[in-house]
């Protein structure tokens, strides 16, 4: 679920920096990751390509000792409607 979206660097020629705070939820408990995404125009206006990092920034129930942080990469289609992005990193239990 995103809890919260917010759009800077506009405007710009290169696209936009998108924040986003996005909480997981489970059986076993909640966790909420912040990331910075670059999205960047192609040479379709309707294509952006995103890079960004994300950091987990807290837990609850089985993952309230969760810590992680990463890279991710994808592309956001606006016509298609569709986000497409792949997350990659590290976590463990403290």
Request: proline residues 3%; hydrophobic residues 40%.
């Amino acid at each position: 679920m995103t809890e919260r979206r917010i759009v800077s660097a506009l405007p710009s020629p290169f696209g936009v920096v998108t924040h986003l705070l996005l909480r997981f939820e489970g059986q076993a408990g909640t966790f909420t990751i912040r990331t910075e995404i670059i999205e960047t125009v192609t040479g379709d206006p309707n294509i952006f390509v995103n890079e960004g990092n994300w950091v987990i920034v807290d837990g609850t129930g089985a993952y309230a000792t969760l810590h992680g942080t990463g890279d991710l990469e994808g592309t956001v289609d606006d016509v298609a409607n569709l986000i497409t992005r792949d997350y990659t990193g590290l976590v463990h239990f403290k």
